[in-house]
């Protein structure tokens, strides 16, 4: 049972350009959402959350944006660096008491020098 | 580093056969998560504990059991073993304060089963 979806399973674009990487989700009542950030051979790291209280949340080069009408959230990063190819994955924040996250399947995200 | 400990790091079985996965929190975190991450289904949630209790289950299998002991180190369980379940597995703690949502992952174990 998938909360939110990752309709693109991957992304290529060139070092410097803008990325952007979409998630879609239908659960109105969720108010929290969370990107996380997985490297080859390691495991997911946290990147950056938002609260449905503010349509954008910004961490230098990464941007969340969150369409709150369209169930739609964003990550975008400018400039991209070759550095930030790796698997993005987002997901609803904890909901019923768990601390649990329920991930999209991720995007990868491959950024060419 | 996240501070999360996962071992074995590789593993090859048989299938039938029965495996442990030991994870080790951070210091201090009493929750822990086991996920699966197979090729073409991401972060399958499988199981968490809070403090040696069972908080929140996903789509364990069966075959599949977990617990945690009282010094909160975790083991996963995995028997009988089928081919499907070669897969990453990955265990992450939480401190239950501090960003909401945040969880720290171990570099997981991977476990091929031919």
């Known amino acids: 049972d998938q909360q939110v979806k990752q309709n693109s399973p991957s992304l290529s674009v060139q070092e410097g350009r803008i990325s952007i990487l979409n998630c879609d989700y239908t659960?109105?009542?969720?108010?929290?959402f969370l990107w996380y950030k997985k490297y080859p051979a390691e495991g997911p790291t946290f990147l950056i959350s938002i609260s449905s209280i503010k349509d954008k949340n910004e961490d230098g080069r990464f941007t969340v944006f969150l369409n709150k009408s369209a169930k739609h959230l964003s990550l975008h990063i400018v400039p991209s660096q070759p550095g930030d190819s790796a698997v993005y994955f987002c997901?609803?924040?904890?909901?019923?008491?768990?601390?649990?996250?329920?991930f999209g399947k991720g995007m990868k995200l491959t950024v060419n020098p | 580093d996240s501070g999360v400990t996962q071992t074995p790091k590789h593993l090859i079985t048989a299938t039938g056969q029965r495996v442990t996965l030991r994870c080790s929190p951070r210091s201090g975190d009493l929750s822990v998560y086991w996920y699966q991450q197979s090729l073409d289904q991401g972060l399958q949630f499988l199981i968490q504990y809070y403090n040696g209790e069972e908080r929140a289950k996903g789509n364990i299998l069966e075959r599949f059991s977990a617990q945690q002991f009282p010094d909160l180190h975790s083991e996963l369980n995995l028997s009988s073993l089928e081919l499907g379940d070669s897969a990453l597995y990955f265990c992450a703690s939480s401190p239950g304060q501090g960003i909401v949502g945040e969880l720290f992952f171990g570099e997981g174990s991977r476990l091929t089963v031919l």
């Open positions: 997901a609803p924040g904890p909901q019923g008491g768990s601390e649990k996250l329920v």
């Open positions: 659960n109105s009542m969720f108010d929290y």
